[in-house]
T-cell receptor, first 111, second 114 residues
Framework: DVKVTQSSRYLVKRTGEKVFLECVQD?????MFWYRQDPGLGLRLIYFSYDVKMKEKGDIPEGYSVSREKKERFSLILESASTNQTSMYLC??????????FGPGTRLTVL | KNQVEQSPQSLIILEGKNCTLQCNYTVSPFSNLRWYKQDTGRGPVSLTIMTFSENTKSNGRYTATLDADTKQSSLHITASQLSDSASYIC?????????????FGTGTQLKVEL
């Protein structure tokens, strides 16, 4: 079974803090994704990566950056957290096809 | 306007009853359509996937149908169980020059009660 893990299930940060969300997958998948999920909006793609050190902007990249130094790990960075970044963050990975395997999510609250 | 619309937004049914969730989409051309189940506080888990040429796909008590002409899909749950309580998300996948692009619906929140 594919396993996608995320570093924290719940996180509370203050406005202006730098926040790191970590995602690790154990199936040697090429592609990794970061989404945020908000009520009434569905999942929206923030960034994705199709190889080590490669990254592509998704639909809502503003206020975020990512890092992929190793194939199994994809990090989402909030350089200066703001209250409108309070959300559920979901990481996913996939090999080639559009089948994406999701992690359990990190619920981030920015005060 | 979301290109993938789901209805109803929420639904409460009694255990053992059947229900049908709807998904209408405007994105095209699509390569396939997928239904996910998301338990509260968890990531989505894939239930079914259908290509544009498939009409129906089953996974246990879950049956998905697709009408590519009317751009509608439905997910039918038979003999519901308490564990079916979750959000059900319809995802339409486009094959673009830049790879696969997923467009997510906002989900239907299902609650199964005794």
């Amino acid at each position: 079974d594919v396993k996608v893990t995320q570093s924290s299930r719940y996180l509370v940060k203050r406005t202006g803090e730098k926040v790191f969300l970590e995602c690790v997958q154990d199936m040697d998948h090429e592609n990794m994704f970061w989404y945020r999920q908000d009520p009434g909006l569905g999942l929206r793609l923030i960034y994705f990566s199709y190889d080590v050190k490669m990254k592509e902007k998704g639909d809502i990249p503003e206020g975020y950056s990512v890092s992929r130094e190793k194939k199994e790990r994809f990090s989402l960075i909030l350089e200066s957290a703001s209250t409108n970044q309070t959300s559920m963050y979901l990481c996913a990975s996939s090999l080639l096809a559009p089948e994406q395997f999701f992690g359990p999510g990190t619920r981030l609250t920015v005060l | 306007k979301n290109q993938v619309e789901q209805s109803p937004q929420s639904l409460i049914i009694l255990e053992g009853k059947n229900c049908t969730l709807q998904c209408n989409y405007t994105v095209s051309p699509f390569s396939n359509l997928r239904w996910y189940k998301q338990d509260t506080g968890r990531g989505p888990v894939s239930l079914t996937i259908m290509t544009f040429s498939e009409n129906t796909k089953s996974n246990g008590r879950y049956t998905a149908t697709l009408d590519a002409d009317t751009k509608q899909s439905s997910l039918h749950i038979t003999a519901s169980q308490l564990s079916d309580s979750a959000s059900y998300i319809c995802v339409v996948i486009l094959l673009t020059g830049g790879g696969n692009k997923l467009t997510f619906g906002t989900g239907t929140q299902l609650k199964v009660e005794l």
